[in-house]
């Protein structure tokens, strides 16, 4: 693991790993999405708004994945100060939030058919919604570290603390009453039928490789912007 | 009938949503990081 916190290798590795997820990830994605939208069974008491799990697991998966990388990552930058553990917490925080905040609209959406409401202030989508709250807070705090100066271990605590709600999502359907159905997907198996099962882990599959290639790509972006700063400083000191 | 036209107008809301959210955050890290790289690149040539 030490042996990636190298910038110079990862760029080497980077480079063409990020047209390759971004790209399979896009063929991936049409493909699920266009078996879901057209090809997949209505289901009997849902009727064609079961259509709607194609997209709403993977984002919530996303956006869920997201604030573990996040964690992860701080761990990693705060016990073993590995130089890209930073750069990849900071490069999750805007894709997890987009995820987090495309499954709470497509959450929204689904529930308006399904309960008959857009929104309830159950377990589930509130913890949900505070996890998109701690992605901005956690943005804004990066953010301004990079701008005013400042420890980099302050977003770091921070994205370690927030990984508390992530078990409290997972397991809020079953602490708490809530409209929300209990998980489809768990390790000891699907309560879907085989037709949603697999179109939903294709989907799954196609938005996690575009998730990475994101975040390979804002790793990059980052860590140029470092290097021309650095560059910048040098000469100002040589000037 | 009508039921089935309304549950069609929720899918392809859902479905616009994503797609449009999801392309729109490709693409703008693809370009954010194209940019970055082609700053280092020429201040590296200075």
Known sequence: MHGFANPARFLRIARWLTPVLLLSGLAVTTAALVYGLFFAPAERLQGETVRIIFIHIPTVWLGMAGWTTIAVASFVELVWRHPLAGIAARAAAVPGAAFTALGLATGSIWGRPAWGTWWVWDGRLTSFLVLLFLYLGYIALADSIDREGGSSRIPAIFGLVGAINIPIIHFSVTWWNSLHQPPSLTTGGSAMAAPFLWGVLAAVLGFSLLFGGVILARMRAILARTQAEARLRRKALEG | ?46
């Open chain 2, 1 to 46: 009938m009508r039921e089935g036209l309304d549950q069609w107008n929720f899918v392809i809301a859902a479905y616009a949503v994503t797609i449009a959210g999801t392309l729109a955050l490709v693409a703008w890290s693809w370009l954010a990081m194209r940019a970055a790289e082609r700053r280092r690149d020429e201040g590296r040539r200075k």
